[in-house]
C-alpha cells in the first residue's frame, strides 16, 4: 500500500511545526482526579498516542473556572498555579515522542447541572438546555470580565506547563458557544444581539492571550452550525470563523452540533464517513489561516484525500485513536489495513455520559494503559484457546504477543463467532470490519487454529496445554415454556437458518437486539414488537437510540 504522502507532510503554524496533518481532537475521559489534577492514568493514556505517531494531541477539556465551569465531576483543571506540575508532566509525556501538545480551555456554561457544580449554571441568557433542564443564572457584565480573566489566566498556566498551544472551547453549545450562537444567547447589551456582540467575548479573549504571549499557538473549535432551529447556521458560521481569524486565532477546528443536536456531534453509524467536510471546506475558503476537520474518518486514504483537495489543512481522527493508538504509525506506514477499526458503537462516550472512565469495545487496553506499562513475556507456555469469537482471537492474539504456543479451537468451520451474525442488522456493516480485522491479525499470527473441532478430554490431553482459556460465550436461555418450540430465535434469523414466509411478525422483548432484528425483517414484513418495560432499547448508548 502507498504512503500517503498529504497526510504525512509537515505543518507549522505561528512557529509549531507538526510532523503530519493527523491531530488526536480533545476528548472527555473522566480519569483526571476528583480535584481535577493529572493522574497517571491519563499520562499513560496520552502517551500512548503520542507513541502512535500522532503529529499533535489536543489534551481534553480543562476547565478554567472550578466548579461553575466544570462539566463532570472528574474534569481537568487548569485555574490555579497548582495544577501546573502535574500538566507539565504530561505536557513532557506528548512531546517526548515529537508530537505537539495543545490542551483545550473550557467552560460548561448551562451545560452542566447543580449536582456537579453545586450552584445554579451561568450562561448569557437564563434559557435552560433541554437536556440537562437546569435554568441557568444570566451572567451579569462583571461576571463575563471575570471569565474572560479566567481563559486569559488558564492560557498563562497553560504556558508554563509547556504546552505548546492552546485550544479555545466554542463548540458544541458550551459557554463560548452559547454566546455565539442565537440559539442561546438573548442578550440586549454589548455581548448580544449582532454576530460581532457575540463573538465579543471570545475576541476579548483571543486579544487577550496573544497579547501576553503571541508566541503561543492559540486555536479556536467553534460550530459552523448548530443543527437546532434558531441556531448558528453555515452563513453565519463562515462569518464567525473570519472574526476569529481577523482577533487573532492562529488556527481553527471546525465542528457542529449541541447538547440538543448531539448525534451531530458524535456521531452514529448511520452517518457517512467525512460528511462534516462540505462544512470544513466553505471555512477553508473563508480564511487565511489553518483549518482543521473531522468526524466520521475510518480510512486514512479519506483523510488524506480531504487535504489533498484542498478541502482541510489538517484531520483529526477522535475514536480511531481510542480502537488503536497507532492509527496515525499505520496510516503513514502504508500498513492501515492492519488498523484496529473503530466501529462507531460510541461505548466510549456510554461510559463519559454515564461518569465512568472512558473505554473502548474493540480495544480493551484504552483507559488501562498503566495497568500495561511493562511488557509481559510468557515464552514457555503452551495454551489452549476454546472459541472463535472476538474474545477468543483477542485472547489468542495477545498470548501470541506475549510469546506463548497458542492452539485456537473453534466447533464451527469459521471464526467470528457472535460477529457472524452481529454484522446482518441496518447500519451494523463495521462489525464486518473488526471481525475482518482480528481474522487477518490470526492468519498474520503464529496462533495454530483448528476449525470444526470440538474441545473434548481426547483433545485436551493430546495438546497438554499449562492454561486454557474458556471463551465460549454466551447461549441464550430457552424457558420451558409451552408452545415456544414454534417460536424462532434471533440467531436462527440472522443466520439464515429460518427464513420467515408469512407477513406479520411479532418480536417478544424490544431491547437493543430485539429492536435491531425487527429493523432487519421490516423491509418485507410488518412487524410488531413487544416490550414490558416503558421505552425500547433502554441498555443501548443513548445516541445510538435516538438515531
Known amino acids: 500500500m502507498n504512503k500517503l504522502n498529504n497526510l504525512n507532510s509537515p505543518i507549522t503554524i505561528n512557529g509549531v ?3 503530519n496533518r493527523i491531530i488526536m481532537p480533545p476528548m472527555g475521559t473522566g480519569m483526571a482526579s476528583i480535584n481535577g489534577e493529572v493522574t497517571t492514568q491519563l499520562i499513560n493514556y496520552y502517551k500512548k498516542r503520542a507513541i502512535g505517531g ?7 477539556i480543562a476547565c478554567v473556572d472550578s466548579p461553575v465551569g466544570k462539566a463532570s465531576l472528574t474534569q481537568l483543571r487548569i485555574d490555579k498555579p497548582e495544577y501546573i506540575a502535574g500538566l507539565k508532566e504530561l505536557s513532557e509525556n506528548i512531546q517526548a515522542h515529537n508530537c505537539r501538545a495543545i490542551v483545550q480551555l473550557h467552560h ?94 471570545i475576541v476579548e479573549i483571543i486579544q487577550d492571550i496573544k497579547s501576553l504571549v503571541p508566541n503561543m499557538l492559540l486555536g479556536v473549535r467553534f460550530n459552523v452550525a448548530d443543527f437546532v432551529q434558531g441556531g448558528l447556521e453555515l ?26 443536536s448531539g448525534q451531530t456531534t458524535i456521531e452514529t453509524t448511520s ?35 480531504l487535504i489533498a483537495e484542498g478541502k482541510t489543512d489538517l484531520v483529526w481522527v477522535g475514536r480511531g485513536m481510542l480502537a488503536d493508538p497507532y492509527w496515525t504509525a499505520k496510516a503513514v506506514a502504508g500498513e492501515s489495513d492492519r488498523t484496529r477499526p473503530c466501529i462507531t458503537c460510541n461505548n466510549c462516550f456510554h461510559h463519559i455520559n454515564n461518569a465512568l472512565h472512558i473505554r473502548c469495545t474493540v480495544n480493551p487496553l484504552t483507559g488501562r494503559e498503566y495497568l500495561l506499562d511493562k511488557e509481559i513475556r510468557l515464552p514457555d507456555y503452551n495454551v489452549l484457546v476454546v472459541g472463535g469469537g472476538p474474545a477468543g482471537m483477542q485472547a489468542a492474539l495477545s498470548l501470541d504477543q506475549a510469546g506463548a504456543k497458542v492452539t485456537l479451537v473453534e466447533a464451527q468451520t469459521q471464526l467470528g463467532g457472535q460477529l457472524n451474525i452481529a454484522d446482518k442488522p441496518p447500519y ?73 414466509e408469512k407477513e406479520k ?43
Request: proline share 4%; charged share 25%.
Open 17 to 19: 511545526k507538526f510532523k
Open 54 to 60: 500522532a503529529g499533535g494531541i489536543i489534551v481534553e
Open 108 to 201: 460548561a456554561g448551562r451545560q452542566t447541572s447543580p449536582g456537579i457544580i453545586g450552584q445554579k449554571p451561568v450562561a448569557p441568557s437564563p434559557i435552560a438546555c433541554r437536556l440537562m433542564k437546569a435554568e441557568p443564572e444570566e451572567l451579569t457584565i462583571d461576571a463575563i470580565k471575570k471569565i474572560r480573566k479566567s481563559f486569559v489566566k488558564s492560557a498563562l498556566l497553560a504556558n508554563k506547563a509547556g504546552f505548546d498551544g492552546v485550544e479555545l472551547h466554542a463548540a458544541h453549545g458550551y459557554l463560548l458557544s452559547e454566546f455565539l450562537s442565537p440559539y442561546s444567547n438573548k442578550r440586549n447589551d454589548e455581548y448580544g444581539g449582532s454576530t460581532e456582540n457575540r463573538a465579543r467575548l
Open 235 to 260: 452563513e453565519e458560521g463562515l462569518l464567525i470563523a473570519k472574526i476569529l481569524e481577523e482577533s487573532g486565532a492562529d488556527m481553527l477546528n471546525v465542528s457542529c452540533g449541541i447538547y440538543e
Open 271 to 305: 452517518f457517512a464517513p467525512g460528511w462534516r467536510f462540505d462544512m470544513v471546506s466553505k471555512v477553508k475558503e473563508a480564511v487565511n489561516i489553518p483549518v482543521m476537520g473531522g468526524g466520521v474518518i475510518r480510512e486514512p486514504e479519506l483523510a488524506d484525500r
Open 428 to 500: 451494523k456493516t463495521n462489525i464486518t470490519k473488526i471481525k475482518d480485522y482480528l481474522i487477518n491479525e490470526i492468519n498474520l499470527s503464529n496462533v495454530e487454529v483448528k476449525l470444526g473441532q470440538i474441545c473434548d478430554e481426547k483433545l485436551v490431553r493430546e495438546l497438554r496445554p499449562d492454561i486454557v482459556v474458556w471463551a465460549m460465550g454466551a447461549r441464550p436461555i430457552i424457558p420451558a415454556i409451552e408452545g415456544l418450540e414454534e417460536v424462532v430465535t434471533i440467531e436462527e434469523i440472522l443466520n439464515g437458518t429460518t427464513v420467515i
Open 505 to 547: 411478525v411479532l418480536v417478544i422483548g424490544g431491547g437493543t437486539s430485539g429492536c435491531e432484528v425487527a429493523e432487519y425483517l421490516q423491509d418485507k414484513h410488518q412487524v410488531t414488537i413487544v416490550e414490558k418495560a416503558a421505552s425500547m432499547a433502554k441498555g443501548l448508548e443513548n445516541m445510538t437510540r435516538l438515531d
